[in-house]
């Protein structure tokens, strides 16, 4: 089972991601506090990481690096409803697996995911 993980400080955007995976084959599990995503005891199992940008104490920049670093087969996309200036405030270390428009369609989410899945059904 592919298992992603989304942090946004927004219930109500955490309550979208779950809805429009709801009949999929993606088991979706959401974080509202960014600050206990390190504390997480299953976070080597999870298979993609969508993080917000914007959050209160942390950005999604500075997340996606500590998993870069200490998960880093944990594929990374940041989501941001501004990504150029996004990209210009994230660190030159981060690497980003994809960058996610805020707000997202389904049909985007579920592509960015597959393109994922794919790439990890490959030999």
């Not at 597959?114 to 490959?122: D, V």
Request: proline share 7%; hydrophobic share 40%; charged share 20%.
């Amino acid at each position: 089972m592919f298992k992603l993980l989304f942090v946004d400080d927004d219930p109500f955007v955490l309550s979208a991601y779950q809805r429009m995976l709801h009949k999929t084959p993606y088991h979706c599990h959401v974080l509202q506090w960014p600050e206990h995503l390190m504390t997480l005891p299953d976070l080597t199992d999870f298979h993609i990481a969508f993080i917000d940008q914007q959050m209160p104490g942390v950005s999604g920049s500075e997340l996606l690096l500590q998993l870069q670093q200490r998960y880093p087969a944990i594929k990374r996309v940041l989501v941001s409803g501004d990504v150029e200036f996004a990209l210009q405030q994230k660190s030159a270390e981060l690497i980003l697996d994809a960058v996610v428009n805020k707000p997202c369609s389904k049909s985007s989410l579920i592509s960015c995911i597959e393109q994922f899945a794919k790439e990890q059904s490959r030999p």
